[in-house]
């Protein structure tokens, strides 16, 4: 397994790398001493783990993952922990408190390891994806819908929820978009960005956008941008 420690103490850092030499089914392929330079290396370098402290100068480590495309497994590293609650929001493998012990470190690791396993169990399972002409049952507080798929044109990140586009509703929904990736059908939807998967067959208009993204125009207005990473996918996937 691939791991990348993000922290802006050199001391810190030192001292992790030196813990996870015990363990050498983990490589430590990279070091960060803040968001941005944890930004490019995640996406240069493809990590399983992120070990992330949390306050850092600039943004926090909350922040980076709100900015990623794909978000590793996420193993806290901090100080303090006043955080524990929030980082579980986000999903977190474990919260470990500064100085890392190697008992609790033990612990994370082999967190890490079962949910690799259970990861590549269900990788290797063939997937039973919701077809366009299935109906779902959307709910929203007091509203509720049937929704044909094929009706659905457009869903957002909203936080830890899901905005779901079809005719003139706009309602949300108590799942993750992560969630909705791994049930619906990536050849009628594709994963534009972070924060939105559209319905290609919803798709009127594409044109070249900055620095190698994709501007993408749906048929009842709304515009959705595709990330320079996924850009590339999308061209393979729409291409001859």
């Known amino acids: 397994m691939r791991a990348l420690i993000v922290d802006d103490s050199r001391l810190a850092r030192n001292e992790l790398r030196r813990l996870l030499q015990e363990h050498?089914?983990?490589?430590?392929?990279?070091?960060?001493?803040?968001?941005?330079?944890a930004l490019q290396l995640t996406e240069q370098l493809q990590p399983d783990v992120l070990f992330l402290d949390i306050?850092?100068?600039?943004?926090?480590?909350?922040?980076?993952?709100?900015q990623l495309e794909q978000v590793p497994q996420v193993i806290f590293t901090t100080a303090y922990d006043t955080y524990a609650i929030k980082a579980f929001e986000y999903n977190a493998l474990d919260y470990l408190?500064?100085?890392?012990?190697?008992?609790?470190?033990?612990?994370?690791?082999?967190?890490?390891?079962?949910?690799?396993?259970n990861s590549k169990s269900v990788q290797e399972q063939p997937r039973d994806y919701l077809q366009e002409h299935d109906q779902v049952f959307v709910?929203?507080?007091?509203?509720?819908?049937?929704?044909?798929?094929?009706?659905?044109?457009l869903l957002e990140v909203c936080g830890?929820?899901?905005?779901?586009?079809?005719?003139?509703?706009?309602?949300?929904?108590?799942?993750?978009?992560?969630?909705?990736?791994?049930?619906?059908?990536?050849?009628v939807f594709f994963r534009a960005s972070r924060q939105h998967m559209v319905n290609l067959k919803k798709?009127?208009?594409i044109e070249p956008w900055f620095s190698g993204s994709l501007k993408l125009y749906l048929q009842e207005g709304e515009e959705v941008e595709v990330s320079r990473r996924q850009a590339q996918r999308f061209k393979e996937l729409m291409s001859f």
């Open 160 to 187: 830890n929820y899901t905005r779901v586009y079809f005719d003139a509703e706009k309602p949300l929904i108590q799942r993750t978009l992560n969630y909705m990736e791994q049930r619906l059908d990536p050849k």
């Open 97 to 117: 408190l500064k100085p890392v012990q190697p008992q609790r470190l033990q612990v994370a690791l082999s967190k890490l390891e079962e949910q690799q396993t």
């Open 24 to 37: 050498p089914h983990l490589t430590v392929v990279g070091e960060a001493q803040n968001a941005e330079e």
């Open 139 to 153: 709910k929203d507080g007091e509203k509720c819908w049937f929704v044909k798929l094929s009706e659905i044109r």
């Open 203 to 205: 798709v009127s208009r």
């Open 55 to 66: 306050q850092m100068p600039g943004k926090s480590g909350f922040e980076l993952l709100e």
